[in-house]
């Protein structure tokens, strides 16, 4: 929560009246407080190697619910693979990393020294680093990242929202429909909403370019599917479409289909969303078009529309969730359900244990 007297000092108070007056919620940028972060265990973990040698770092964030920038002493990321399948590599200052998702980054050993690579958590709390180099010499620190400014965000997340309750008043209230869809260029052009409304950089999905075509086959049907990402902090709810699994657990598919998900993020906070088990890749829509990456998991910002496609070419059950484990665990979360087949009895059976409601003096 914000302070008033931070409010005003910061000469937002105007934000927090307005807030008030269209019932918006502050904005959130991690559910949890924690003691420290860690690497392999440890708040500062270590690499050693011959100088010159190139290193891959796949960095996996293993975490329960936070998000972090990451960045490097010896210079920018280079940045080879994403969810571990190769991109055509490139080069950032930093890059945020939310749960579930890796990145795989060449880094050579300095000639002297040890060199930085730091991951700075995204709600600014702390940052574990991994050292890289000869262990007794001269420590380079990365640079550090930038506290974040709640009270400038509260503000561009407050404008957004209000916008977008004033936008969506005339809007359909579709849930699942299956249609045919428009020439996947008009898509791209039309749909990719790109820029959250924070004012620090995001997921870089707009610059990873996969190596090959990732667009799916042209002559299967398309489905589409609206998720709005909603919940809040208040009732420490989290849902999809407003609903909980135990409300409305499937989402249903058919083998041959192409899948599109539209996921608009109503909330005040990022979500990391993960299709399980990585039976399927999807494909990210963004501005790299047919190059558009494959990632198993991708961050929704908050007000922001993210398109994900992939082929149904399974069977059966996957689960599709937030991986922010407290966000899942309250409600957003779904079975991708192949249609023409009995849902599993276990699947059921685990959806029901999850939403047990116990009487509580
Ligand atoms: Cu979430």
Redesign the pocket.
């Given at each position: 929560m914000q302070s008033i007297a931070g409010a005003i000092k910061s000469k937002s108070f105007g934000n927090l009246v307005k807030r008030n007056f269209y019932n918006v919620l502050d904005a959130d940028l991690s559910d949890v407080g924690y003691d420290a972060f860690i690497t392999n265990g440890k708040t500062h973990w270590q690499v050693d190697g011959s100088p010159g040698d190139r290193l891959r770092l796949r960095v996996v964030n293993t975490s329960t619910?936070s998000y972090f920038y990451l960045n490097y002493a010896g210079g920018p990321l280079e940045v080879i693979a994403a969810d571990g399948l190769d991109i055509t590599p490139t080069k950032l200052d930093k890059l945020l990393i939310s749960t579930a998702e890796s990145y795989d980054f060449l880094v050579t050993v300095p000639q002297s020294g040890q060199y930085e690579f730091r991951a700075t958590s995204f709600d600014g709390t702390g940052f574990t680093s991994t050292w890289i180099g000869d262990l007794n010499s001269t420590q380079y620190p990365a640079p550090d990242i930038p506290q974040p400014d709640i009270y400038q965000l509260s503000v561009d997340m407050t404008n957004a929202m209000i916008a977008m309750k004033k936008g969506s008043k005339n809007m359909p209230k579709g849930h699942k429909k299956t249609n045919t869809m428009p020439a996947m260029s008009n898509m791209m052009k039309n749909e990719f909403t790109g820029g959250p409304a924070e004012t620090r950089p995001g997921a870089p999905y707009g610059k990873l370019r996969s190596p090959d075509k990732t667009t799916l086959a042209k002559n299967r049907p398309w489905r589409e599917v609206k998720l709005d990402?909603t919940?809040d902090m208040d009732r420490y709810l989290?849902t999809f479409n407003g609903k909980t699994l135990a409300e409305d657990a499937l989402i249903a598919i058919k083998k041959g289909e192409n899948v599109r998900f539209v996921m608009t993020n109503k909330?005040m906070?990022?979500?990391?969303?993960h299709l399980h088990l990585h039976g399927h890749f999807f494909r990210v829509v963004t501005e790299q078009g047919e190059y558009s990456t494959l990632k198993h998991t991708v961050d929704v910002a908050p007000m922001q529309t993210t398109i994900i496609e992939f082929a149904a070419n399974e069977e059966k059950d996957w689960f599709f969730h937030?991986?922010?484990l407290?966000?899942?665990l309250s409600g957003?979360e779904r079975i991708v359900h192949y249609e023409d087949t009995e849902v599993a009895p276990e699947v059921m059976a685990q959806r029901y244990k999850a939403y047990e409601d116990p009487w509580y003096t």
């Open positions: 619910s990402l919940g989290w909330t906070m990022r979500h990391p969303l937030c991986h922010n407290y966000h899942m957003m």
